[in-house]
């Protein structure tokens, strides 16, 4: 059996988290993260057959059985995932009855999944819908694009827009635009299924003066997404205060998403 510290999954893991942290995106407890993983691929690192116990998750999600993900632990820091990864993060394989984690690493402190594993779990399941390729769901609280929730309409073809605005490369990043949440009571059931009905039109999902969701076929597909929107809501931070001289027009961010053959939401662009 190979070390499961080295193993690659627990390295991004690892790397992306401190990443988040040094970004500011993840004070304190903030942020969680759930990836899925290849069993296979756990195989070569842990004993699959052996549970250290069972959590429930809290709701039924029948298709996702036997399926494994690592998920970052409930209350822990961001900070500290890269010094103690058995500690802060667990591998979780979800049981026969569909409402059961089986814990196969981690939360080595008797721990559990972050409180957000709802929105997580249901917003694998909705991506997963539409795209069978997808394998990570990433929460955050980026700081320039909190700062713009209080600001902006919280309107998604309004945010939207704007968001395309402010980047040339925006409406390329992603061309099927941001869902809105209105505030909501985090860490609940009902928080979760209102994500992930987003989710099966959106990569990218604002929780209204919370933070953000990105999902993606990997890491670096999720983290770009959250780092595009966060980027671009930094430039508005930047300048809405200020006359605005110039901007990137309607008609140019059509050229954009022709040139670079997106599929982009047409009906938020006034043309
Ligand atoms: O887990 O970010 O939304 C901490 C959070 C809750
Ligand atoms: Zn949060």
Redesign the pocket.
């Known amino acids: 059996m190979k070390n499961i510290l080295t193993a690659p999954f627990v390295v991004e893991m690892m790397k992306t988290t401190a990443n988040m942290y040094r970004l500011g995106w993840d004070e304190r407890n ?2 969680n993260i759930s990836y899925m993983l290849d069993p296979a691929e756990v195989g070569e690192y842990l004993d699959t057959e052996k549970v250290i116990r069972e959590i429930p998750i809290g709701f039924d999600a029948p298709s996702l059985v036997g399926k494994i993900f690592i998920v970052t632990g409930t209350g822990k820091y961001f900070k500290n995932v890269e010094d103690d990864p058995e500690r802060n993060l667990g591998i979780i394989r979800i049981a026969e009855d569909g409402r059961t984690a089986e814990l196969l690493w981690g939360y080595s402190d008797g721990g559990r999944f972050t409180s957000e594993l709802p929105a997580h779990l249901m917003s694998h399941i909705a991506r997963l819908s539409v795209d069978p390729e997808n394998r990570v769901v990433m ?1 955050s ?1 980026p700081t320039h694009t909190l700062a713009m929730n209080y600001v902006h309409e919280l309107d998604e073809k309004k945010l939207t827009h704007t968001l395309w605005e402010m980047c040339t490369e925006c409406i390329v990043v992603f061309p099927d635009g941001v869902g809105v949440l209105p505030w909501m009571l ?1 860490g609940t059931n009902s928080i979760g299924e209102a994500t992930a009905e987003k989710m099966k039109e959106f990569r990218l999902v604002v929780w209204g003066m ?2 953000i969701y990105g999902a993606g076929r990997n890491m670096d597909e999720a983290f770009g997404l959250i780092e595009t929107v966060e980027k671009a809501a930094e430039i508005y931070m930047l300048t809405a205060h200020l006359p605005r001289i110039n901007t990137i027009k309607d008609e140019e961010m059509v050229e954009l998403a022709e040139f670079f053959g997106v599929k982009y939401r047409k009906d938020f662009l006034n043309l």
Do not use: E, F, V
Request: hydrophobic share 0%; net charge neutral; aromatic share 0%.
């Open positions: 903030g942020g929460h609280h985090c919370h933070g």
